[in-house]
């Protein structure tokens, strides 16, 4: 028998002070990150993370805790959305 694991679902909260720091919770990973962008997963969605300098000071995936610094710029949420476009919605 195989054992499943369980995802313990964490509530997410965003924490910005003076443009210069993020603390999130609820954070499940990190896709991809520079000094311009991160990406982040969490249970509500897709996070982009905007700005200049950023630095990932913490990431700890099994409390979902991330910490950053640098000058955020932008934060933006996509949904957890199946892939597909305008255009594959159009031609069904």
């Known amino acids: 028998m195989t054992e499943e694991k369980k ?3 964490v509530p997410h909260s965003l924490i910005v002070e003076n443009r210069k720091l993020l603390t999130a919770t609820g ?3 990190v896709d991809s ?4 962008t991160i990406v982040a997963y969490t ?4 996070l982009v993370i905007h700005g200049s300098q950023l630095k990932i000071n ?3 995936v099994e409390t979902g805790e991330l910490s950053l610094t640098g000058e955020i710029t932008s934060m933006t949420y996509t949904d957890n959305k199946p892939a597909g476009g305008l255009f594959s919605r159009l031609f069904k």
């Not at 990150?33 to 311009?36: A, G, N, R």
């Not at 249970?43 to 897709?46: I, K, S, T, V, Y």
Request: proline share 0%; hydrophobic share 30%; net charge negative.
């Open 27 to 29: 954070v499940s990973n």
């Open 58 to 60: 913490k990431l700890n």
């Open 7 to 9: 995802t313990v679902k």
């Open 33 to 36: 990150f520079d000094e311009q």
């Open 43 to 46: 249970d509500l969605g897709e």
